[in-house]
């Protein structure tokens, strides 16, 4: 299984990224997919989740109605549009699958929200 993350950066308050993660290695048009975010001294934030066809998303209160998770199973990749982004969304972003009971991470991607 291989996750790599990429769309990072830094960007202003109120500003736009997505971010993008390529899967490989296992049947990713059968598996849920998540976003997760983690910061420095805090435990690691689930932000988004999608179902294994794309009709069923999920966020917590602090990123809804600003992120939009998406998945093309074509191309094995699975997207994070974040809008409307505040300081407090800077942190490194990761997709991740479990796939036969086991948790696969990306190396992460650092988002940084900063003016």
């Known amino acids: 299984v291989q996750l790599v993350e990429s769309g990072g950066g830094l960007v202003q308050p109120g500003g736009s990224l997505t971010l993008s993660c390529a899967a490989s290695?296992?049947?990713?048009?059968?598996?849920?997919m998540r976003w997760h975010r983690q910061t420095p001294g805090k435990e690691r934030e689930l932000v988004a989740v999608?179902?294994?066809?794309?009709?069923?998303?999920n966020y917590p209160d602090s990123v809804k109605d600003r992120f939009t998770i998406s998945r093309d199973n074509g191309k094995n990749t699975v997207l994070l549009q974040m809008n409307r982004l505040k300081p407090e969304d800077t942190a490194v972003y990761y997709c991740?699958?479990?796939?036969?009971?086991?948790?696969?991470w990306g190396q992460g991607t650092q988002v940084t929200v900063s003016s």
């Open positions: 991740n699958v479990v796939n036969f009971g086991r948790i696969y």
């Open positions: 999608i179902s294994s066809s794309g009709d069923y998303t």
């Open positions: 290695g296992f049947t990713f048009s059968g598996s849920f």
